[in-house]
C-alpha cells in the first residue's frame, strides 16, 4: 500500500514539529517531535512498512520488543491520520515529480 499526503493539506515544518492544515475540513493540527519524522518519512517513502522500519532502526535498534512498539505505535499514528483523510493509502504507487 501507498501513502501520501493529501491535496488538501497544507503544511511546513516548524521549530515545534509540524503544522498542518486540512483545506477541506478547515482543521489545523501541530504534530509533535516524533509525529513530525513519521510524517516526513511518509513523504520520503510513501510505504507504511518501510517507516516503521526506518523509525525502529533509529530508536529501537536491535530490541526486538522496542521495535513492535515503535511500529504499532507508527501504524496507529498513519492510521489516524489516513481517516482524518490527511493522508491517503491506496494499492497503486505514488508517481514522484
Not at 525502529?56 to 507508527?74: D, H, K, P
Request: contains cysteine.
Amino acid at each position: 500500500m501507498s501513502l501520501h499526503i493529501s491535496d488538501a493539506v497544507i503544511w511546513q515544518e516548524t521549530a515545534d514539529g509540524i503544522s498542518l492544515y486540512h483545506t477541506e475540513s478547515g482543521e489545523f493540527r501541530t504534530l509533535n517531535a516524533t509525529a513530525a519524522q513519521i510524517w516526513v518519512l511518509v513523504e520520503d517513502d510513501c510505504d507504511r512498512a518501510a517507516v516503521g522500519e526506518k523509525l525502529s532502526l533509529v530508536f529501537a535498534g536491535n530490541n526486538a520488543v522496542m521495535t513492535a512498539r515503535i511500529r504499532a505505535e507508527v501504524d496507529a499514528f498513519i492510521t489516524s491520520m489516513v481517516e482524518a483523510e490527511l493522508l491517503l493509502e491506496t494499492d497503486q504507487p505514488v508517481a514522484r515529480p
